[in-house]
């Protein structure tokens, strides 16, 4: 999942969770398609 918040400045900031199969768990190569 991934969600955006604003903080009182202005900042935008990204929240998300990461899967069991996310990078960050599985390792190798990601390559964004988009």
């Known amino acids: ?3 955006w918040i604003t903080d009182p ?3 935008r900031i ?7 199969k996310s990078a960050q ?3 190798g190569d ?5």
């Open 1 to 3: 999942f991934q969600a």
């Open 9 to 11: 400045n202005g900042v």
């Open 14 to 20: 990204e929240l998300f969770e990461y899967t069991a």
């Open 25 to 27: 768990f599985t390792g």
């Open 30 to 34: 990601r390559v964004a398609d988009w």
